[in-house]
């Protein structure tokens, strides 16, 4: 950031000073005026020597200095903008995004849950809920299968969800971001068989 | 003297009124721009937070739902004291509001739900822990 602030410093120094050069040879042809009346030659004299204010390379520094001056305060205002509109519009997209995948994360949270506090009942307990051996072997794997994911690994996964809809990006990250979505189907699937076990209608 | 206040203001007016059409025009763009993109990264951060706040509370929820299904088929799966807490973590849970992240009643309202939580688990010795907490998730709830 200093580095470009000092480059335009000293351009706008350099102009200010060729302004103040100019100035003066200003002064100095509008003195050298009244000795015009006297002859051609001198008139051309100021053609040739005297006519600085008028030629171009003038114009354009004029213009440059006038565009660094309208670039600078454009540029200040931008920056005072850029941060009011940030700050007047980010609750505004955390409420957004976040009610958008609250209850994504909602669900991904019940599945985690149920295996969860099924894998931690004590066994006289889990045998009640779940008669069938069948079932809680299921469940222990899907259990597993659960615990692989870390919360992160989930988070990551959702993200890749709803940046490539189509599925088509989890070649490059090795995730299959619908592993949320199959595991929590496995569940439901399983838990139709375990009628005692009775959990919030979200996951379906 | 006198006449030299009166004066610069009125020397320094157009050059000054330029700079400020300037910087207002800048800050137009700049506002407008600004719009979007704080828009963008809140909704970025809002993303990752529902998730977390979602997971953790479904995460809860349905512990409860379990332990809730053991009492219904044995009335004697937990003792007294604990079925109570359930039944206060119940009445915890169904009043956070989820899709209101601006309440400003979530944070303490987290707060106990995860302490009844913590107290059901110790006493019933189950070994049971909500493991995307740590770090990540308190610390982003303290930057926003």
Known sequence: MALPGDAEGVTASVAELRIGLEASSAQETEIALPGNVGGVAAAEDDDIWGDASDSPDHASTLDREWIHRKNQFHKMGYRDGITEGQKDSAQEGFNVGFRQSVHVGYKWGLVRGVTSALASLPDRLKEKLLPSVHCREKLQNLHNSVQELSAGDALNMFHESINHPSGEAHVASGEDPNRLTSLSKDLVVLLHECPDVKVNEELG | ?144
């Open chain 2, 1 to 144: 003297m006198d006449q030299q206040p009166e004066l610069n203001p009125d020397f320094l007016e157009p050059s000054v009124l330029l700079d400020e059409t300037h910087y207002q025009e800048g800050y137009k763009n700049g506002y407008n721009d600004g719009l979007a993109s704080g828009k963008e990264e809140g909704r970025q951060v809002g993303l990752k937070m529902g998730f977390q706040v979602g997971e953790e509370l479904g995460f809860y929820q349905s512990c409860l739902d379990v332990w809730a299904s053991a009492v219904h088929i044995d009335q004697n799966a937990f003792s007294h004291r604990v079925r109570k807490n359930i039944e206060q973590l119940a009445a915890l849970l169904s009043s956070y509001p989820l899709s209101d992240p601006e309440d400003e009643r979530v944070q303490d309202m987290m707060g106990k739900i995860r302490l009844k939580f913590r107290v059901i688990t110790a006493s019933i010795g189950a070994k049971l822990d909500y493991e995307g907490r740590p770090a990540s998730s308190k610390q982003d709830v303290e930057d926003i």
